[in-house]
């Protein structure tokens, strides 16, 4: 099995700074991509980043230029660092993998992390 830990959530002010870390562990083989996404009340999940295993990254417009997914993939952890945040990006964010796993090795498994609250006060 394996377990993504999200870490680094809290409460920022308007305009603020914010990393987020989240590391897989368990039976993994290798880790592909992996993402961000964020949900706020009332609101669908949306997709907010996204990171190749050989480092290309996807950024929407919502986000670019204030927003970084990075990894390391030695470590299997993606972060997320955040930038100029706005009270509209107050929100539960996720961590998700692509993963294969030790004992099945021809197919991609994808997982959750628990999600981390983030709230940016104006």
């Known amino acids: 099995q394996v377990q993504l830990l999200e870490s680094g959530g809290g409460l920022v002010q308007d305009g603020g700074s914010l990393r987020l870390s989240c590391a897989a562990s368990g039976s993994i083989f290798v880790v592909n991509d992996m993402h961000w996404y964020r949900q706020a009340p009332g609101k669908q999940r949306e997709l907010i980043a996204s990171?190749?295993?050989?480092?290309?990254?996807y950024h929407p417009n919502s986000v670019k230029g204030r927003f970084t997914i990075s990894r390391d993939n030695a470590k299997n952890t993606v972060y997320l660092q955040m930038n100029s945040l706005k009270p509209e990006d107050t929100a539960v964010y996720y961590c998700?993998?692509?993963?294969?796993?030790?004992?099945?090795?021809?197919?991609?498994?994808?997982?959750w992390g628990q999600g981390t609250q983030v709230t940016v006060s104006s």
């Open positions: 998700n993998a692509d993963v294969v796993i030790q004992a099945i090795r021809d197919r991609t498994y994808n997982y």
């Open positions: 990171i190749t295993s050989g480092g290309t990254t």
